[in-house]
């Protein structure tokens, strides 16, 4: 686990890690929770950023890539590293109020940047106008804040495509996927004016949520 952050009064109530942790690097915290609470599972912390890590480290001895940051600077930096040592790849994210959440898997060849254009945001469920993102105060990114109980959903998802993927890693191909739980028209009426859907997601309209599989373009 790599993270060069450390636990802030910020991340309260929006974090595994709770306020006797403010001061703390998060993956020395984590890591500590985790293998405490599960003696089967080994946890080692890197605290440091996701570039200082790649420039000591490769990616042989790795199995599946996991990136929840969010960071673009992080999804360039591991692309550049597939190209040379290609591991499957999972990009988990939230969208703003947790209106949707999304797990895209790819294959080992499967690249996740085509050109110098981003994918994520053409991925997204909803057409987000721009003062609905805001700076976060504790966070290094962009950030729309989210309720507890709306990231449960969004870790499950991704949780479970994590797993299916590390159970999958001898795998010689799959195909390259976004699993994405999207909330219905509801629930973004409740939480901004005016809000649609994009296209593909239409279908979680009229539901509270509804989970879509379509193939990563």
Sequence with gaps: MVDADTMSSANIGRHLLGADSIGQNKVDAI???????????????????????????????????????????????????????PRPLLIGWMEPYVAAAHACMLAAGHKWLKGAQDPLSCLEAVVWPNEVIRQEPGCSSRFQSYTAAAAEHAVALVAECALEMIDNSVAVTFDSTVRSWVRGQRFLDKHWPGLTHKEWAKAACVHDGLILNRQFP
Excluded: C, F, H
């Design 31 to 85: 890591a500590q929770r985790i293998n405490s609470a599960y003696p089967a599972t080994e946890v080692t912390p890197y605290a440091m950023s996701t570039a200082d890590w790649l420039k000591k480290n490769t990616l042989v001895d790795v199995d599946v890539v996991i990136d929840l940051t969010g960071e673009p600077d992080v999804r360039v930096q591991i692309e550049q590293v597939r190209l040379s040592y």
